[in-house]
């Protein structure tokens, strides 16, 4: 062959050869595969469509929709056009397109799974099996619509698979939530209904409506791209302010979306004010972290409308531009900000009060100024009351240096360090109100904040903090839903034993409502609530409850964290330990206190503190009153230990320390019975006195939770977070001191009652079998700092 014609030959063979392979690209696709390949595409812009609804861009979610699935589908039909010549190439023998977009479709999904943050082998295994399951389901749908008999037949066939498909799940029990721990069937016998219960409060119900009429206006920049009511509508216009000194890095795409960027922020804000004469509280809400495109400002005005309508201007602020973006991220420093443009939203409101044009003139009483943040909006209202901690050389701030905030209000809140410090809260109010079913801040920060918080002197502050157990994050705003993760991460969160979203609001409008009553309005009578949840049932939806409280008159004897001089000597009898330990969260860290943690395997254990003669001085301050201690439910590390001591490596306990983690807790365990506990007060003339706890207040059960409706994940994804399924979360109670009775039958009827100056010595006395608890903040409280009567 003539050496030039040669390689022509073989150019025009090898295009031959590429021809003739690429026109037998399709030879294997009949009705059957082109269906399946068709649902291949439906549940591949079903993926899309979940990961859009998570990241949207601000046009609008049909835009988003239309332009993603757009893509989508032009890129799906591209690469299975070019991955089904491959395999046509390659001489691969199955339907080509069929296998190309069966390979599109689990690609795409575990792209999208995996920045769900479910990590690289479980996000290709789900994608896997999801793309399985549209080849299986397009196939079998196919194959019936391809079958020769009449109609009817077909459609009858089609029903009944589709049936048959959809009970699956359902007669499998598959997914299924991670199994908790049972308690034993003799401790739910055993229990006794308290015999002395607090007397329901005497007053109007805080989340009714109050007497004022409400006139609801905004304030903004009138600029506003994206809505309305701060843009063309506002009512009153304000200035922006310039964050540059504190924002480094502020994205493009935020100017982009917003038209504004760090040099002028706008301060917008939607009020509710009392209709009628006078000057009302002042109380500012802020929104955490959300999704910057969908607002979340809106979400408490069923907290601003209820707050208003009992006489104090409340007064939503914007800041959606603070938050997180999928195209654009966070600013800096957002934590500090979020507090600043709260200082600078006073600031606006005093600027605007001063103003005899504005509605604000002469309203604003601001000797009481009140803070609600939920979320990152939590710790900021924190920053903002402890301001001088962090901005105290913001001269822009002078004008405000005078204003002393009295309450604050923390709903699920962050609290991560900032300039690697920590509010501290001094005389300052403050409440605090978690769910145990919070995907989204799955730890009870708000109890370390509570930590924080001090008082001097003697005055009429106090603090408390609530912990529900079916209550979630995003519920407490009507504008985030019901899920506490951005889809498609979301459909994996377990709604199950989740309350529904009004009765979680309920509960927020009960208790805030109640906290700032008592703090701004001086309605005393509602802080029963706070030191004995139950005297409020009247109001309260049904579910668990754990609540904290403490005063700024109580006399603490007993505090883990520091020297106690009070206590002369401690005993312990029939106790397996007796430390001071830290209770940990969730992640296996610390909550920044110590407590002391008990543990004991037969009834009988007492743990006994005898008063110092310094103590003895210090309750002459006392005039009757109630003994108070915050108690902790740890059964769980019992769980985790003979789970250690049955299956696990010698060294997987101490690998757990090292990672300052507990063992994940065994659903197939057996829970103790809850701590039967009798409280012992000893005199110095040697009388003993004693109350069984059962029949004052139960020890609660703590809140187990099972986060994912696929139990396995929970230990496997999004760096372990939701592997352990309870936290240690403190019960304060409040005993007054005449519940205690004497063991002696003889005692006389009309013998002076004790006062806590007679008290030498406190015992616990553990009467149930095994157990595990934690104890701190023991002291008293003096009469008249106890709202709460009990009656037997």
């Known amino acids: 062959m003539d050496p030039i014609t040669e390689p022509r030959s073989r150019t025009r063979k090898a295009a031959s050869w590429f021809k003739s392979r690429h026109a037998q690209r399709l030879k294997r696709e009949g009705f059957v595969t082109r269906f399946a390949g068709g649902i291949c595409m439906l549940f591949s812009s079903v993926s899309m469509s979940l990961a859009v609804l998570g990241m949207p861009t601000g046009l609008g979610v049909w835009i988003d929709l239309l332009l993603f699935l757009a893509a989508n589908a032009m890129l799906m039909a591209l690469l299975g056009y070019v991955v089904s010549s491959l395999l046509s190439y390659l001489y691969v023998p199955l339907p080509r397109k069929l296998t190309a977009y069966v390979l599109y479709t689990g690609a795409q999904s575990a792209v999208v799974l995996f920045f769900t943050e479910l990590g690289t082998m479980i996000s290709i295994l789900f994608g896997a099996a999801y793309a399985i399951a549209a080849l299986i389901v397009g196939l079998l749908f196919g194959f019936v619509l391809n079958l020769k008999v009449p109609r009817t037949a077909k459609a009858a066939l089609t029903i009944a698979f589709a049936m048959l498909i959809a009970s699956v799940p359902f007669y499998s029990g598959w997914p299924a939530p991670a199994k908790q721990p049972e308690r034993v069937e003799a401790a739910s016998q055993d229990r006794m209904d308290p015999s002395v219960e607090p007397a329901l409060i005497d007053a109007e119900n805080p989340a009714e409506a109050g007497k004022y009429s409400v006139q609801s206006f905004n304030y903004g920049s009138g600029q506003d791209k994206h809505r309305d009511v701060f843009g063309k509508n506002v009512e009153v216009v304000t200035g922006s302010i310039d964050a540059s000194d504190y924002i480094t890095s502020w994205s493009k795409l935020k100017t982009w979306f917003w038209g504004f960027d760090e040099h002028n922020l706008p301060l917008n804000g939607r009020v509710w004010m009392p209709v009628g004469e006078g000057t009302f509280p002042l109380v500012l809400i802020v929104h955490g972290n959300h999704l910057m495109e969908y607002f979340s400002d809106g979400g408490y005005a069923y907290l601003g409308e209820l707050l208003a309508s009992r006489g104090m201007i409340a007064v939503s602020v914007d800041a959606n531009y603070m938050n997180y973006s999928v195209w654009s991220s966070l ?14 939203h006073l600031q606006q409101i005093q600027t605007l009060a001063a103003d005899k044009e504005t509605p604000f003139a002469g309203k604003v009483d601001w000797d009481k100024i009140g803070l609600i943040g939920h979320s990152r909006g939590g710790q900021a209202v924190a920053i903002a009351a402890d301001s001088e901690r962090w901005f105290a050389e913001d001269e822009s701030l002078n004008s405000i240096r005078d204003i002393h905030i009295q309450s604050v209000v923390a709903i699920a809140p962050t609290d991560k360090r900032v300039d690697d410090k920590s509010a501290q809260l001094r005389d300052t109010n403050y409440f605090t109100i978690q769910g145990a079913m919070d995907a989204d801040v799955n730890n009870f920060y708000g109890e370390r904040q509570y930590s924080r918080v001090t008082f001097s002197g003697e005055s009429d502050r106090f603090k408390a903090q609530l912990y529900l157990s079916h209550a979630n994050h995003s519920q407490f705003n009507t504008d985030w839903g019901t899920m506490d993760e951005r889809l498609p991460g979301g459909l994996l969160l377990n709604q199950e034993n989740l309350m529904n979203p009004e009765d979680q609001r309920e509960i927020a409008k009960v208790f805030i409502s109640a906290f700032l009553e008592a703090t701004l309005h001086d309605r005393v009578e509602y802080k029963a609530l706070f030191q004995d949840y139950r005297s409020g049932l009247q109001w309260l939806p049904q579910t668990d409850y754990v609540s904290r409280y403490e005063g700024a008159d109580f ?35 610390t909550k920044g206190t110590s407590g002391m943690s008990l543990q004991w395997e037969e009834p009988g254990a007492i743990y006994e503190l005898e008063l110092s003669l310094a103590a003895v001085h210090e309750l002459e301050k006392v005039e009757e009153g109630s003994l108070v201690f915050s108690l902790s439910n740890l059964e769980w590390d019992l769980v985790s230990e003979e789970k250690e001591k049955e299956g696990l490596p010698e060294d997987a306990g101490d690998a757990a320390q090292d ?34 706890l059962e029949q004052f207040m139960s020890v609660p059960e703590p809140a187990y ?22 936290e240690a979360v403190y019960q304060t109670f409040i005993i007054p001191i005449e ?40 002291g008293f409280l003096p009469r008249g700092g106890s709202y709460v009567e009990y009656r037997k």
């Open 739 to 778: 519940l205690f009775g004497s063991s002696d039958e003889e005692t006389d009827e009309d013998s002076e009652p004790l006062t806590p100056q007679e008290i030498s010595g406190i015992q616990f006395r553990f009467q149930s079998e095994r157990g595990k608890v934690m104890l701190d903040d023991i």
């Open 659 to 692: 990672r300052d983690e507990s063992p994940a807790i065994d659903g197939e365990a057996e829970l103790p019975p809850l701590p039967s506990i009798e409280i012992v007060l000893t005199t110095d003339s040697g009388e003993v006195l004693s109350v069984e």
């Open 555 to 589: 006399v603490r004897f007993v505090h883990y964290d520091a020297f106690n001089r009070f206590i002369g000597q401690t005993a312990y009898e029939g106790m397996v330990a007796g430390e001071k330990e830290k209770p940990k969260d969730r992640d296996g860290n």
């Open 331 to 344: 600013p800096n420093d957002d934590m500090k900000i979020r507090g600043w443009l709260l200082l600078k």
């Open 705 to 726: 939770t099972s986060f994912l409706k696929m139990g396995f994940l929970e230990d496997r994804v999004k760096n372990n977070k939701y592997r352990n399924p309870v």
